[in-house]
């Protein structure tokens, strides 16, 4: 063996073993019969590349397919990656900006999704590619693509399905509207940033000597910068009422961060029980600016204690105002176009019962946060302008845009979620799926239960174009019509043609309108056909330009991939999976998702378990994020300290519930665990431990071998245990526990004398024993760390009897059937008693060099007989003097307590006990003096409520940290104080 293990040397060669020997193929001739076990892959952006979310995620399914492969189980993992819409749009147009090259809309449709189709070709397999590096062990073989030709006649045949059953339809609703990219955006997409503004300002008295007039201009700078964070109050005058603004009979007062909108009020809601404002309920007042009508609603969304009391309704601008302006049946008007400017010229619903002034005509095609300084100074120069504040609010931003999100009144595309909701709710309910950890049931019924529509039309070119072609309405005397206006809020009359393919939605409309139909590029062409050929026998349709939402198609993921709608026989094998491993953020928008189109095409769950694991931070338990400066890159790590020093990590901290906090240290130390195994195979090597054709466990005779290979019975059976259980890191600490303590500390060092003697009977039995052992450990370890285990595999292959597969195929270790107590007890009461020693040893301060005698106190027969034996290695490893037998314990003495009798140190003349007494004292004081200050910082409510989570972490850690001290410095006393 090499003298190192070098990952860097290793980690690509094994890589293009398993690829040459087909290991991870799902189907293979000898697993014919074999129990099927399936995972797919949460697909990754095909933009992407890892990050310490994609290792973590990529590498506990791993574990679970190299454990249920090595099981002997017929082991697909389903790899794939996502079209991830908005995202590769945005990658390619920005590609074509810095090359100089046409635009999007200069190149049309069909040359720029040519263009991204290149870059897929080009860019597209970077994630997957990384993934090969950590050692997923998917079935390359079979990777799919939510764009690929399989996947998109699933998409088809789905929606098209669905629309027939009435659970897709059209509708006006609001909709998360980036302005940059002018799409609709799902609720993942948008990320909520907190703004805190810095203004002040209140309208001072009629009487005031010196009043303090608003500075317009500084506001309008302030505002420059970072149009939100403040609360504007407005007066609205009463209808009918004189307004004055030192008579609050007159008006009501309403707060707003978003004074641009108000355009578009249509009610103020109040509170039925608001004892100041409910007599106002019933009235009228004129909205200033515009001067329409609107009235005073009484709501129980309008709180009390916020802001005013009275709430600004503004239906088309706000989703709570929505559902408000659906209850009381109020005229919803939008005011702002795709890009978020103002849309007033021309503009039917706006214009309606109003009499707006030429100063909010002029904001017609004006920016948003523009507007909103215009509108400002325009209520202030009213006198309707009360007071601004500096207000700590959320302002939803798009997460690729970084622009602020509007929600926006358009015509979308929505899935009857609820409906199908309801069987993805019971199959969870009746234990079909289960959720691991169980808790996050709560989240997923949460939002089950609260569900709203699902917004499945996206305004992108890259994606399932939605399969549905718009025609003419046909009146009742056939007379065509087509009432089309191009402004985002306007009705078209139109009639919908819902087809898998051009030729069946030409089919559906010729039979509709009774004559020929062509297809033209858009409704603009449509339009003209009609102008230009009014009499024309052949009727004009065209198809919606919107691209379905991304989680759309992963929705159909479980069964899709397997070859759906074909009855495959991997559907049919493979159908349903067995275990989604995923994060927590995406319970809603995939998990449930899937849940709902598995039971509702396959009337069947899509898997039987969702295991949820928690995020990786940063060592001080912060959130990574690229602002913070604090990203750990994986495959830097990997480059630094190969693939299973990272992926061990991951395992190890992946407690369930728990975050992981990440540091290099951390990966480090796996790594020194992996060079003291590849040192131990070492050691085994240069003391001629081959593996033995034929050997049986149950006939060894040593107590050490035999306590050896019980040992590694248990840990298998605790490993075996945890990762059925999903408790990754109870099953990586059990293999850390017996490679690192059992099998390297203890084993090879107690063998050495074994090795060095005479015995050939004891030294072959050994040699055989600790080369079993060894192969144990590759088994053992492979899901973790598999490079190293399979080049150990390939290594100890050359020892002994030929191989018959390589690592990845062999079986997980057996129940070799050893129990052997007489052993275990014996080697057991060794390991207990130098650890014993050595840990008062440190505890009380024992020079290390110091050789110190060992009194065993009124020991048994049994006793007596074993330190007798073990005798120089006790010397050695616990680095005594002597050992002796007394009736009583020596004054001056340490005293321990192992497998129940009593080991006495006598110190006298090595360690001060009086001094070392006083010592850990006053380190005890000390320690409950930080526990107690840390007790007062966590006792407080304010501190909790205003820390980072990371902070009051880290202080409960401290806390934990001082009392394992304190535990261990008090028994260390005890034992002084027992003399």
């Not at 697909?76 to 390619?92: N, R, Y």
């Not at 990384?130 to 390359?140: H, M, T, Y």
């Not at 909205?287 to 309704?313: H, N």
């Not at 650890?835 to 005698?853: K, M, T």
Request: charged share 25%; net charge negative.
């Amino acid at each position: 063996m090499d003298k190192t293990f070098e990952p860097a040397s290793v980690e690509k060669r094994i890589a293009d073993l398993w690829e040459r020997e087909g290991a991870f193929k799902a189907g293979r001739p000898e697993r014919a019969g074999a129990q099927p076990y399936t995972i797919v892959i949460p697909p990754p952006n095909v933009t992407g590349s890892l990050h310490m979310g994609h290792a973590l995620n990529n590498t506990l399914q791993d574990i679970l397919c190299r454990f249920e492969r090595m099981r002997g189980k017929d082991v697909l993992w389903q790899p794939g990656t996502d079209h991830a819409g908005i995202a590769t749009q945005m990658v390619v147009e920005r590609q074509l900006m810095e090359k100089q090259l046409p635009g999007r809309r200069e190149m049309g449709r069909e040359a720029f999704v040519k263009r991204i189709w290149e870059w897929k070709a080009e860019s597209g397999g970077v994630i997957v590619n990384q993934l090969k590096r950590l050692g997923a062990s998917c079935d390359w073989s079979r990777e799919r693509f939510t764009m690929d030709e399989g996947l998109s006649r699933a998409v088809l045949k789905v929606f098209v399905a669905l629309h027939k059953q009435g659970l897709i339809y059209r509708d006006k609703r609001l909709v998360n509207w980036d302005p940059k990219f002018q799409t609709a955006i799902s609720d993942l997409e948008v990320v909520q940033v907190e703004k805190k503004g810095s203004f002040k300002w209140e309208r001072p008295p009629a009487d005031a000597e010196e009043p303090k007039p608003l500075d317009l201009a500084a506001l309008g700078k302030l505002l420059d910068r970072d149009a939100s964070g403040h609360l504007f109050y407005f007066d609205y005058p009463l209808e009918g009422a004189a307004y004055d603004p030192a008579d609050a009979g007159t008006f009501i007062r309403i707060a707003t961060t978003r004074p641009e909108t108000m355009l578009g009020d249509t009610a103020i809601a109040v509170h039925p029980e608001n004892e100041t404002l409910k007599q106002l309920i019933g009235r009228n007042v004129v909205l200033p600016l515009v001067g329409r009508v609107i009235p005073i609603v009484a709501d129980d969304y309008a709180d009390p204690e916020k802001g005013t009391g009275a709430v600004k309704i503004t239906p088309a601008h706000d989703f709570n105002d929505f559902e408000v302006g659906k209850r009381h049946g109020l005229p919803v008007i939008n005011v702002l176009d795709a890009e978020a400017a103002m849309l007033l010229a021309g503009n039917a619903a706006f214009l309606a019962g109003a009499a707006p002034e030429a100063g909010v005509l002029a904001l017609q095609g004006v920016d948003r946060f523009e507007a909103r300084k215009r509108i400002v100074a325009l209520m202030a120069g009213k006198d309707l302008l009360a007071k601004i504040e500096p207000t700590g609010h959320t302002v939803p931003h798009g997460d690729r845009s970084n622009v602020v999100i509007e929600p926006w009144l358009t015509d979308q595309w929505y899935v009857d979620a609820k409906t199908l909701a309801q069987p993805a709710m019971a199959a969870v309910r009746d234990g079909r799926t289960k959720f691991v950890p169980e808790n996050w049931e709560k989240t997923y019924f949460q939002w089950l239960e609260n569900i709203e529509p699902w917004c499945v039309s996206r305004q992108l070119w890259w994606g399932h174009q939605i399969p549905v072609w718009y025609g003419p309405s046909r009146k009742p005397n056939n007379e065509l019509v087509l009432n089309v206006s191009f402004s985002a809020d306007s009705d078209a009359r139109t009639n919908e043609f819902v087809g898998v393919s051009e030729a069946e939605a030409i089919g559906e409309a010729s039979r509709y309108y009774g004559k020929p139909v062509v297809v033209v590029a858009d409704q603009r062409e449509a339009m003209l056909h009609m102008r230009e050929h009014p009499t024309d026998d052949v009727v004009a349709i065209w198809r919606d330009e919107d691209v379905l939402d991304t989680w759309f198609s992963s929705a159909l993921w479980p069964f899709s991939t397997l070859g759906w709608p074909d009855q495959t026989p991997e559907l049919a094998r493979h159908y349903p999976t067995d275990v989604l491993v995923t994060g927590f953020d995406i319970i809603f928008f995939w998990v449930a998702r899937m849940m709902m189109m598995g039971l509702h095409f396959m009337e069947e769950i899509p898997f039987h378990t969702v295991y949820i694991h928690a995020l990786v931070r940063d060592e001080k338990g912060a959130k990574m994020s690229k602002s913070k400066g604090n990203v750990i890159d994986p495959l830097e790590l990997v480059d630094s300290y190969g693939a299973d020093a990272l992926r061990f990590t991951l395992a190890a901290m992946a407690a369930q519930g728990r975050d992981i906090k990440l540091s290099r240290q951390r990966v480090e130390g796996y790594r020194n665990f992996a060079t003291k195994l590849w040192n131990a195979a070492r050691f085994a090597e240069m003391n001629e431990c081959a593996r033995v054709a034929g050997f049986d466990p149950a006939a060894t005779t040593l107590p050490l071998n035999r306590w050896a290979l019980a040992e590694l019975n248990r840990a298998v059976g605790d490993v075996t245990a945890a990762i059925e259980a999903y408790r990754f890191n109870d099953a990586a600490n059990a293999a850390y526990r017996f490679v690192w303590n059992v099998f390297c500390d203890w084993y090879l060092e107690l063998a050495k004398p074994v090795f060095t003697g005479e015995n050939a009977a004891e030294k072959a039995e050994t040699r055989a024993s600790v080369a079993y052992v060894l192969d144990a450990i590759a088994r053992l370890l492979h899901p973790f760390m598999p490079f190293l285990t399979e080049e150990l595999w390939a290594i100890k292959g050359q020892e002994g009897p030929t191989r018959e597969s390589i690592l990845a195929l062999a079986p997980w270790p057996a129940d070799a059937g050893i129990e052997a107590p007489d052993a275990q007890a014996e080697i057991g009461w060794v390991v207990a008693l130098i650890d014993e020693i050595r840990s008062a040893r440190q505890e009380v301060n024992v020079p290390g060099a110091a050789q110190i005698p060992l009194v065993l106190v009124d020991a048994g027969a049994e006793t007596r007989v074993r330190a007798e034996r073990w005798a120089e290695m006790l010397k050695r490893l616990a680095r005594l003097s002597d050992i002796s037998f007394a009736d009583v314990a020596p004054g001056e003495s340490v005293q321990l307590v192992v497998h129940g009798e009593v080991a006495a140190l006598p110190l006298a003349g090595i360690v001060d006990i009086a001094a070392e007494t006083l010592r850990l004292s006053k380190e005890i004081t000390k320690l409950k003096g930080e526990v107690a200050k840390i007790d007062a910082k966590l006792g407080n409510a304010d501190f909790l409520a205003r820390a980072p989570e990371e902070v009051v972490d880290e202080q409960r850690e401290r806390r934990e940290d001082a009392e394992a001290r304190i535990a261990k410095m008090a028994e260390a006393l005890e034992r002084l104080k027992k003399d």
